[in-house]
């Protein structure tokens, strides 16, 4: 009897559902949308906003995050709105770690793309 309520309680529930599949499995991941630029919505000196498919998305920043332009370390201030950009989530969810932003727009970098397919 001590045995098989051992066994019990080691073995995953789980392995007792013939057939059924977990809720959290069957739900269809969100796909990213290939090629959509994130760009910034908006920036100031404590929070930067980013548009992100389906929306935007605002972070807080620190006196930890760091900004890059073309590679380079800058200020927040060499940053502006429309800039494509990349950004690292800090240690909490809300707050940015890190910024790299390149000179280009959303629409330089389009229009850039399709001449070069031409």
């Known amino acids: 009897m001590l045995l098989a309520v051992t ?3 080691l073995i995953p529930a789980g392995l007792y559902a013939k057939g059924k599949k977990s809720s959290k499995s069957s739900q269809p991941k969100a796909a990213a949308t290939p090629n959509a630029p ?7 000196a404590n929070s930067i906003t980013i548009t992100i498919p389906g929306g935007t998305k605002t972070y807080t920043v620190t006196k ?3 900004f890059e332009l073309n590679g380079a370390r800058v200020t927040i201030d060499k940053l502006s709105r429309g800039m494509l950009v990349d950004v690292n989530v800090g240690m909490s969810p809300n707050e940015v770690a890190t910024v790299r932003a390149t ?3 959303a629409g330089s970098a389009a229009s850039s793309a399709s001449k070069k397919k031409k």
């Open 64 to 66: 930890y995050t760091t």
């Open 38 to 44: 994130t760009t910034i919505a908006n920036i100031n």
């Open 7 to 9: 066994l019990t309680l």
């Open 103 to 105: 000179g280009e727009t």
